[in-house]
Protein backbone atom coordinates (compact mmCIF):
# COMPACT_ATOMS: atom_id res chain seq x y z
CA UNK A 1 0.00 0.00 0.00
CA UNK A 2 1.72 3.47 -1.19
CA UNK A 3 1.44 6.31 1.40
CA UNK A 4 1.48 9.72 0.89
CA UNK A 5 3.76 12.27 2.15
CA UNK A 6 3.05 12.51 5.97
CA UNK A 7 0.36 14.81 6.90
CA UNK A 8 1.76 17.55 9.86
CA UNK A 9 -1.33 18.11 12.16
CA UNK A 10 -1.38 20.16 15.39
CA UNK A 11 -3.56 19.40 17.81
CA UNK A 12 -6.56 21.91 17.22
CA UNK A 13 -6.50 20.79 13.51
CA UNK A 14 -6.38 16.86 13.94
CA UNK A 15 -9.85 17.58 16.31
CA UNK A 16 -10.93 19.66 13.31
CA UNK A 17 -10.48 17.00 10.54
CA UNK A 18 -11.64 14.62 12.62
CA UNK A 19 -14.65 16.76 13.58
CA UNK A 20 -15.15 16.37 9.37
CA UNK A 21 -15.11 13.18 8.85
CA UNK A 22 -17.58 12.54 11.63
CA UNK A 23 -19.81 15.20 10.05
CA UNK A 24 -19.29 13.78 6.72
CA UNK A 25 -20.24 9.97 8.05
CA UNK A 26 -23.06 10.99 9.44
CA UNK A 27 -24.29 12.80 6.04
CA UNK A 28 -23.20 9.73 4.35
CA UNK A 29 -25.44 7.04 6.84
CA UNK A 30 -28.83 10.05 6.20
CA UNK A 31 -28.69 10.33 3.04
CA UNK A 32 -26.57 8.22 0.03
CA UNK A 33 -27.63 4.92 -0.40
CA UNK A 34 -25.76 1.75 0.39
CA UNK A 35 -23.38 1.01 -2.46
CA UNK A 36 -19.54 -0.48 -2.79
CA UNK A 37 -18.74 2.94 -3.28
CA UNK A 38 -20.49 4.86 -0.28
CA UNK A 39 -19.38 1.85 1.64
CA UNK A 40 -15.74 1.67 0.68
CA UNK A 41 -15.06 5.90 1.50
CA UNK A 42 -16.95 5.18 4.54
CA UNK A 43 -14.68 2.22 5.97
CA UNK A 44 -11.21 4.21 5.07
CA UNK A 45 -12.75 7.54 7.01
CA UNK A 46 -13.47 5.70 9.80
CA UNK A 47 -10.21 3.57 9.72
CA UNK A 48 -8.69 7.05 9.32
CA UNK A 49 -10.73 8.70 12.15
CA UNK A 50 -9.52 6.02 14.45
CA UNK A 51 -5.87 6.16 13.68
CA UNK A 52 -6.28 10.72 13.99
CA UNK A 53 -7.68 9.64 17.32
CA UNK A 54 -4.70 7.31 18.13
CA UNK A 55 -2.08 10.06 17.55
CA UNK A 56 -4.16 12.52 19.36
CA UNK A 57 -4.36 10.60 22.38
CA UNK A 58 -0.83 10.73 22.65
CA UNK A 59 -0.70 14.18 24.27
CA UNK A 60 2.13 15.83 21.60
CA UNK A 61 1.31 19.25 20.63
CA UNK A 62 1.90 19.01 16.65
CA UNK A 63 2.14 15.01 15.85
CA UNK A 64 2.27 13.27 11.92
CA UNK A 65 0.19 11.33 10.36
CA UNK A 66 1.14 8.95 7.93
CA UNK A 67 -1.56 8.47 5.19
CA UNK A 68 -2.26 5.83 2.66
CA UNK A 69 -2.66 7.48 -1.35
CA UNK A 70 -6.21 5.91 -1.08
CA UNK A 71 -6.46 7.62 2.70
CA UNK A 72 -4.93 10.89 1.47
CA UNK A 73 -7.64 10.29 -2.25
CA UNK A 74 -10.88 9.82 -0.07
CA UNK A 75 -10.30 12.72 2.12
CA UNK A 76 -10.13 15.18 -0.96
CA UNK A 77 -13.12 13.92 -2.11
CA UNK A 78 -14.66 14.04 1.33
CA UNK A 79 -13.44 17.88 1.51
CA UNK A 80 -15.31 18.68 -1.95
CA UNK A 81 -18.03 17.04 -0.82
CA UNK A 82 -18.67 18.99 2.40
CA UNK A 83 -17.72 22.46 0.58
CA UNK A 84 -20.23 21.64 -1.44
CA UNK A 85 -22.91 21.38 1.83
CA UNK A 86 -21.95 23.71 3.66
CA UNK A 87 -22.04 26.12 0.72
CA UNK A 88 -26.09 25.23 0.60
CA UNK A 89 -26.37 26.52 4.02
CA UNK A 90 -27.54 30.08 4.86
CA UNK A 91 -24.84 32.26 5.32
CA UNK A 92 -23.00 32.88 8.81
CA UNK A 93 -19.64 33.86 10.07
CA UNK A 94 -20.12 30.06 11.20
CA UNK A 95 -20.43 28.34 8.48
CA UNK A 96 -17.99 31.17 6.35
CA UNK A 97 -14.92 29.59 8.77
CA UNK A 98 -15.69 26.35 8.27
CA UNK A 99 -15.79 27.00 4.26
CA UNK A 100 -12.49 28.83 4.77
CA UNK A 101 -10.97 25.90 6.58
CA UNK A 102 -12.15 23.38 4.51
CA UNK A 103 -10.72 25.36 1.50
CA UNK A 104 -7.79 25.45 3.02
CA UNK A 105 -8.00 21.49 4.10
CA UNK A 106 -8.59 20.82 0.63
CA UNK A 107 -5.54 22.82 -0.79
CA UNK A 108 -2.98 21.52 1.35
CA UNK A 109 -4.50 17.82 0.36
CA UNK A 110 -3.61 18.65 -3.53
CA UNK A 111 -0.45 19.87 -2.52
CA UNK A 112 0.53 16.36 -1.29
CA UNK A 113 -0.10 16.23 2.44
CA UNK A 114 3.28 18.02 3.20
CA UNK A 115 2.02 20.59 5.41
CA UNK A 116 -1.50 21.62 6.47
CA UNK B 1 -4.85 -15.64 28.44
CA UNK B 2 -7.73 -13.52 30.60
CA UNK B 3 -7.25 -15.97 33.54
CA UNK B 4 -10.75 -17.43 32.04
CA UNK B 5 -9.69 -20.50 30.25
CA UNK B 6 -12.36 -22.92 32.04
CA UNK B 7 -15.28 -20.25 30.59
CA UNK B 8 -15.11 -20.82 26.97
CA UNK B 9 -15.59 -23.51 24.10
CA UNK B 10 -14.23 -24.22 21.31
CA UNK B 11 -15.80 -26.10 18.32
CA UNK B 12 -14.80 -28.57 15.51
CA UNK B 13 -15.90 -27.86 12.37
CA UNK B 14 -17.31 -24.57 10.55
CA UNK B 15 -19.80 -24.54 8.07
CA UNK B 16 -18.29 -22.26 5.47
CA UNK B 17 -19.39 -18.90 3.90
CA UNK B 18 -20.66 -21.19 0.77
CA UNK B 19 -22.76 -23.35 3.11
CA UNK B 20 -25.05 -20.05 4.64
CA UNK B 21 -25.39 -18.72 0.89
CA UNK B 22 -26.80 -22.29 -0.11
CA UNK B 23 -29.09 -21.96 3.26
CA UNK B 24 -29.99 -18.36 3.29
CA UNK B 25 -33.60 -17.25 3.42
CA UNK B 26 -36.06 -16.99 0.70
CA UNK B 27 -39.19 -14.65 0.74
CA UNK B 28 -41.29 -17.62 1.84
CA UNK B 29 -39.99 -19.08 4.48
CA UNK B 30 -40.53 -23.47 4.86
CA UNK B 31 -43.36 -24.63 5.97
CA UNK B 32 -44.03 -24.03 9.53
CA UNK B 33 -41.86 -26.95 11.92
CA UNK B 34 -41.98 -25.44 15.53
CA UNK B 35 -40.02 -23.08 16.52
CA UNK B 36 -37.70 -23.33 20.07
CA UNK B 37 -37.40 -20.63 21.95
CA UNK B 38 -35.25 -20.15 24.95
CA UNK B 39 -36.80 -21.34 28.02
CA UNK B 40 -36.01 -19.38 31.72
CA UNK B 41 -35.05 -15.95 29.31
CA UNK B 42 -37.13 -12.78 27.98
CA UNK B 43 -35.89 -13.64 24.49
CA UNK B 44 -38.88 -13.09 21.99
CA UNK B 45 -36.87 -14.29 18.87
CA UNK B 46 -36.56 -18.24 18.26
CA UNK B 47 -33.08 -20.03 19.34
CA UNK B 48 -33.10 -22.79 16.71
CA UNK B 49 -31.08 -23.84 13.40
CA UNK B 50 -33.33 -21.85 10.85
CA UNK B 51 -33.40 -18.74 13.43
CA UNK B 52 -29.38 -19.39 13.06
CA UNK B 53 -29.39 -19.01 9.09
CA UNK B 54 -31.82 -15.91 9.86
CA UNK B 55 -28.72 -14.37 12.26
CA UNK B 56 -25.64 -15.06 9.27
CA UNK B 57 -27.74 -13.68 6.90
CA UNK B 58 -29.03 -10.66 8.56
CA UNK B 59 -24.88 -10.29 9.46
CA UNK B 60 -24.04 -10.01 6.05
CA UNK B 61 -27.78 -8.05 5.00
CA UNK B 62 -26.03 -5.23 7.95
CA UNK B 63 -22.44 -5.81 6.53
CA UNK B 64 -24.12 -4.70 2.84
CA UNK B 65 -26.21 -2.07 4.67
CA UNK B 66 -23.32 -0.36 7.25
CA UNK B 67 -20.39 -0.66 5.18
CA UNK B 68 -18.56 -2.52 8.00
CA UNK B 69 -18.94 -4.48 10.54
CA UNK B 70 -19.08 -1.58 13.16
CA UNK B 71 -19.44 2.21 13.37
CA UNK B 72 -16.96 3.21 15.95
CA UNK B 73 -14.27 4.77 15.03
CA UNK B 74 -11.57 1.92 16.29
CA UNK B 75 -7.63 2.16 16.45
CA UNK B 76 -5.76 -0.30 14.48
CA UNK B 77 -4.17 -1.25 17.61
CA UNK B 78 -7.45 -2.60 18.88
CA UNK B 79 -6.25 -5.83 20.82
CA UNK B 80 -8.96 -7.14 22.75
CA UNK B 81 -12.69 -7.20 21.33
CA UNK B 82 -15.79 -8.12 23.34
CA UNK B 83 -19.04 -8.73 21.60
CA UNK B 84 -22.08 -9.68 23.70
CA UNK B 85 -25.16 -11.34 22.72
CA UNK B 86 -22.62 -13.19 19.97
CA UNK B 87 -25.34 -15.56 18.63
CA UNK B 88 -23.96 -17.39 15.63
CA UNK B 89 -20.46 -16.07 16.21
CA UNK B 90 -20.26 -14.64 12.50
CA UNK B 91 -19.47 -10.98 14.19
CA UNK B 92 -16.74 -12.00 16.08
CA UNK B 93 -15.20 -14.74 13.77
CA UNK B 94 -15.34 -11.54 10.76
CA UNK B 95 -14.04 -9.27 13.05
CA UNK B 96 -10.69 -11.73 13.83
CA UNK B 97 -10.13 -11.71 10.33
CA UNK B 98 -10.40 -7.44 10.38
CA UNK B 99 -8.18 -7.70 13.55
CA UNK B 100 -6.17 -10.09 13.19
CA UNK B 101 -4.02 -9.58 16.27
CA UNK B 102 -6.94 -8.91 18.32
CA UNK B 103 -8.22 -11.18 20.83
CA UNK B 104 -12.19 -11.65 20.56
CA UNK B 105 -14.30 -13.10 22.75
CA UNK B 106 -18.23 -13.45 22.14
CA UNK B 107 -20.64 -14.46 24.82
CA UNK B 108 -24.18 -15.58 24.98
CA UNK B 109 -26.57 -17.14 26.86
CA UNK B 110 -26.57 -20.42 24.88
CA UNK B 111 -23.94 -22.17 22.92
CA UNK B 112 -25.77 -24.18 20.79
CA UNK B 113 -25.62 -21.64 17.33
CA UNK B 114 -21.58 -21.61 17.36
CA UNK B 115 -19.93 -22.87 14.41
CA UNK B 116 -17.79 -26.11 14.85
CA UNK B 117 -14.55 -24.28 14.08
CA UNK B 118 -13.17 -20.66 14.90
CA UNK B 119 -10.09 -18.93 14.20
CA UNK B 120 -7.45 -19.36 17.12
CA UNK B 121 -8.19 -15.53 18.23
CA UNK B 122 -11.91 -16.30 18.92
CA UNK B 123 -12.68 -17.77 21.82
CA UNK B 124 -16.73 -17.96 23.42
CA UNK B 125 -18.13 -17.88 26.86
CA UNK B 126 -21.86 -18.90 28.26
CA UNK B 127 -22.85 -15.76 29.93
CA UNK B 128 -26.33 -13.85 30.45
CA UNK B 129 -25.52 -9.96 30.44
CA UNK B 130 -28.42 -9.43 32.21
CA UNK B 131 -26.78 -11.71 35.36
CA UNK B 132 -23.26 -9.50 34.88
CA UNK B 133 -20.27 -10.17 32.56
CA UNK B 134 -18.06 -12.76 33.95
CA UNK B 135 -14.73 -10.53 32.96
CA UNK B 136 -13.06 -8.20 35.13
CA UNK B 137 -13.33 -4.50 35.48
CA UNK B 138 -11.56 -2.59 32.66
CA UNK B 139 -10.50 -5.54 30.32
CA UNK B 140 -11.63 -4.58 26.55
CA UNK B 141 -10.59 -1.92 24.06
CA UNK B 142 -14.13 -2.65 22.00
CA UNK B 143 -17.23 -3.92 23.69
CA UNK B 144 -20.41 -4.29 20.83
CA UNK B 145 -23.56 -5.23 21.22
CA UNK B 146 -26.07 -5.50 18.80
CA UNK B 147 -29.82 -6.31 18.10
CA UNK B 148 -30.42 -7.16 21.50
CA UNK B 149 -33.62 -4.91 22.42
CA UNK B 150 -36.02 -8.08 22.38
CA UNK B 151 -33.82 -9.71 24.88
CA UNK B 152 -33.27 -7.09 27.41
CA UNK B 153 -36.64 -5.99 29.99
CA UNK B 154 -36.79 -2.49 29.41
CA UNK B 155 -35.65 -1.43 33.02
CA UNK B 156 -32.57 -3.52 32.97
CA UNK B 157 -31.07 -1.24 30.28
CA UNK B 158 -29.36 1.19 32.24
CA UNK B 159 -27.66 -1.65 34.21
CA UNK B 160 -26.44 -3.72 31.12
CA UNK B 161 -25.05 -0.78 29.13
CA UNK B 162 -23.31 0.15 33.04
CA UNK B 163 -22.09 -3.74 33.02
CA UNK B 164 -20.67 -3.07 29.23
CA UNK B 165 -18.92 -0.17 30.49
CA UNK B 166 -17.47 -1.80 33.35
CA UNK B 167 -15.77 -4.21 31.17
CA UNK B 168 -14.15 -1.68 28.50
CA UNK B 169 -10.95 0.46 29.08
CA UNK B 170 -10.84 3.95 30.17
CA UNK B 171 -10.47 5.19 26.23
CA UNK B 172 -11.66 1.80 25.27
CA UNK B 173 -15.09 2.14 22.85
CA UNK B 174 -18.88 0.43 23.60
CA UNK B 175 -20.83 0.08 20.87
CA UNK B 176 -24.63 -0.64 20.11
CA UNK B 177 -26.57 -1.06 17.81
CA UNK B 178 -30.64 -1.82 17.67
CA UNK B 179 -33.61 -1.80 15.70
CA UNK B 180 -36.59 -0.24 16.67
CA UNK B 181 -40.14 0.03 15.09
CA UNK B 182 -39.74 3.05 12.74
CA UNK B 183 -40.01 2.25 8.98
CA UNK B 184 -39.89 5.78 6.50
CA UNK B 185 -42.73 5.54 4.14
CA UNK B 186 -44.52 2.62 5.96
CA UNK B 187 -48.23 2.02 4.64
CA UNK B 188 -50.98 0.95 6.84
CA UNK B 189 -49.80 -3.03 6.60
CA UNK B 190 -46.50 -1.59 7.97
CA UNK B 191 -47.67 -0.45 10.70
CA UNK B 192 -49.99 -2.91 12.12
CA UNK B 193 -47.51 -5.34 11.83
CA UNK B 194 -45.42 -2.61 14.07
CA UNK B 195 -47.94 -1.97 16.56
CA UNK B 196 -48.58 -5.53 16.55
CA UNK B 197 -44.51 -6.06 17.39
CA UNK B 198 -45.16 -3.74 19.99
CA UNK B 199 -48.04 -5.60 21.88
CA UNK B 200 -46.40 -8.93 22.19
CA UNK B 201 -42.98 -7.31 22.97
CA UNK B 202 -44.70 -4.82 25.77
CA UNK B 203 -46.36 -8.02 27.32
CA UNK B 204 -42.70 -9.50 28.13
CA UNK B 205 -41.56 -6.08 29.45
CA UNK B 206 -39.70 -5.49 26.74
CA UNK B 207 -39.86 -2.01 25.65
CA UNK B 208 -38.86 -0.92 22.16
CA UNK B 209 -38.89 2.35 22.11
CA UNK B 210 -35.41 2.37 24.74
CA UNK B 211 -33.12 1.88 21.53
CA UNK B 212 -34.25 5.51 21.10
CA UNK B 213 -32.30 6.05 24.45
CA UNK B 214 -28.43 4.30 23.47
CA UNK B 215 -26.99 7.52 23.71
CA UNK B 216 -28.16 8.64 27.33
CA UNK B 217 -27.69 5.20 28.66
CA UNK B 218 -24.24 5.62 27.46
CA UNK B 219 -23.48 8.54 28.72
CA UNK B 220 -25.28 8.07 31.99
CA UNK B 221 -22.78 5.02 32.59
CA UNK B 222 -19.37 6.90 31.85
CA UNK B 223 -19.00 7.35 28.38
CA UNK B 224 -17.47 10.57 26.56
CA UNK B 225 -17.18 11.65 22.97
CA UNK B 226 -21.01 9.96 22.75
CA UNK B 227 -21.90 10.14 19.21
CA UNK B 228 -25.89 8.77 18.29
CA UNK B 229 -27.01 8.23 15.32
CA UNK B 230 -30.92 6.60 13.62
CA UNK B 231 -29.21 5.26 10.07
CA UNK B 232 -31.76 4.86 8.15
CA UNK B 233 -31.39 1.66 5.58
CA UNK B 234 -33.79 1.09 2.09
CA UNK B 235 -35.82 -2.18 3.14
CA UNK B 236 -37.21 -3.38 -0.58
CA UNK B 237 -35.72 -4.69 -3.23
CA UNK B 238 -36.40 -1.39 -5.08
CA UNK B 239 -33.18 0.16 -3.41
CA UNK B 240 -31.02 -3.24 -4.92
CA UNK B 241 -28.95 -5.84 -2.90
CA UNK B 242 -28.84 -4.16 0.78
CA UNK B 243 -32.65 -3.35 0.73
CA UNK B 244 -33.14 -6.95 -1.11
CA UNK B 245 -31.14 -8.36 1.85
CA UNK B 246 -32.96 -6.60 4.40
CA UNK B 247 -36.12 -7.16 3.40
CA UNK B 248 -35.63 -10.98 3.55
CA UNK B 249 -34.46 -10.54 7.00
CA UNK B 250 -37.47 -8.31 8.20
CA UNK B 251 -39.75 -10.65 6.80
CA UNK B 252 -38.11 -13.76 8.72
CA UNK B 253 -38.04 -11.75 11.98
CA UNK B 254 -41.77 -10.96 11.40
CA UNK B 255 -42.40 -14.79 10.95
CA UNK B 256 -40.06 -15.88 13.96
CA UNK B 257 -42.58 -13.42 16.32
CA UNK B 258 -45.66 -14.95 14.20
CA UNK B 259 -46.30 -18.08 17.12
CA UNK B 260 -46.00 -15.45 19.75
CA UNK B 261 -49.49 -14.08 18.74
CA UNK B 262 -53.01 -15.86 18.12
CA UNK B 263 -53.08 -14.35 14.83
CA UNK B 264 -54.21 -17.19 12.30
CA UNK B 265 -50.78 -17.96 10.09
CA UNK B 266 -52.95 -17.28 6.51
CA UNK B 267 -54.12 -13.72 8.17
CA UNK B 268 -50.36 -13.27 9.46
CA UNK B 269 -49.30 -14.09 6.28
CA UNK B 270 -51.88 -11.93 4.70
CA UNK B 271 -50.59 -8.69 6.63
CA UNK B 272 -46.67 -9.76 5.81
CA UNK B 273 -47.22 -9.40 2.03
CA UNK B 274 -49.83 -6.53 2.07
CA UNK B 275 -46.24 -4.74 4.43
CA UNK B 276 -43.83 -6.35 1.62
CA UNK B 277 -45.56 -4.35 -1.05
CA UNK B 278 -45.95 -1.22 0.43
CA UNK B 279 -42.20 -1.45 1.02
CA UNK B 280 -41.65 -1.89 -2.63
CA UNK B 281 -44.23 0.82 -3.38
CA UNK B 282 -43.75 3.34 -0.80
CA UNK B 283 -39.46 3.09 -1.18
CA UNK B 284 -39.75 2.56 2.32
CA UNK B 285 -36.56 2.32 5.13
CA UNK B 286 -35.83 0.30 8.37
CA UNK B 287 -34.23 3.01 11.01
CA UNK B 288 -31.72 1.61 13.01
CA UNK B 289 -30.38 3.10 16.17
CA UNK B 290 -26.42 3.23 16.91
CA UNK B 291 -24.97 4.77 19.67
CA UNK B 292 -21.36 4.54 20.74
CA UNK B 293 -19.22 6.23 22.83
CA UNK B 294 -15.58 5.90 24.78
CA UNK B 295 -15.21 5.06 28.42
CA UNK B 296 -14.07 8.20 30.81
CA UNK B 297 -9.96 8.34 31.63
CA UNK B 298 -10.31 7.91 35.56
Redesign the interface.
Known sequence: MSTAPPLSLTREQARRLQGY??TYR?YA??SL???TE???T??IL??L??????VM?QKTALFTCTLTREEMTTLKTMTTELLLLYAKEPASDQRNAVLADLAALKARLREGGNQL | MFGFSWLFRRRKARPTLETWKREQPTATPPESEPRAYLPDAPYLLPKDQQEDQRLHFQHYALHHAFGNHYLAPLSPETRTILDVGTGTGIWAIDMAQQFPHAQIIGVDIAFTSLPHTLPNTCLFAQADVLQGLPFPTHQFDFTHQRLLVLAIPAPRWPSVVRELVRVTRPQGWVELLEAGTTVQNAGPATERLLSWVREISQAQGIELAMVTHLADFLTQAGCQEVEAQDIPVPLGSWAGRSGHMLKLDALRVFEALRPRTPIAPAAFEAMLNAAAEEWEQNHASYVFHAAYGRVALL
Request: aromatic share 4%.
Open positions: VQRFAMPGRNTLRQAQGKLIDD
